[in-house]
Nanobody
Framework: QVQLVESGGGLVQAGGSLRLSCAAS????????MGWFRQAPGEEREFVAV????????TYSDSVKGRFTISRDNAKNTAYLQMNTLKPEDTAVYYC?????????????????WGQGTQVTVSS
């Protein structure tokens, strides 16, 4: 069983930056593909980014490509989401998730474990 705890959310002005962290415990972190999703009020949970465990492949949604960067530090059992040039439409609760399967899934139900989420609010 893997426990995930996100941190780093907050209120930021448009054009600003935030770095989210996802601390993992209770499992072999280096063997999990890590993903980030977000959910705005009244919206479905949306894929943001994923980084595979095996070959380090990273993919992003079109809406964040070029602005967000996913990374991981296996020695610290932590995944990160660096978010730059934030826009008001990035406002959402951000969740990290871990998948034990291979590949780099973009659908939420491919993930086995989830954090509790951290709020990101971008003001215009």
């Amino acid at each position: 069983q893997v426990q995930l705890v996100e941190s780093g959310g907050g209120l930021v002005q448009a054009g600003g930056s935030l770095r989210l962290s996802c601390a993992a415990s209770g499992g072999s972190f280096s063997r999990y593909t890590m993903g980030w999703f977000r959910q705005a009020p009244g919206e479905e949970r949306e894929f943001v980014a994923v980084m595979s465990w095996s070959v380090g492949i990273k993919t992003y949604s079109d809406s964040v490509k070029g602005r967000f960067t996913i990374s991981r530090d296996n020695a610290k059992n932590t995944a990160y989401l660096q978010m730059n040039t934030l826009k008001p439409e990035d406002t959402a609760v951000y969740y990290c998730a871990a998948a034990s399967s291979s590949g780099w899934p973009r659908i939420w139900n491919a993930y086995d474990f989830w954090g509790q989420g951290t709020q990101v609010t971008v003001s215009s």
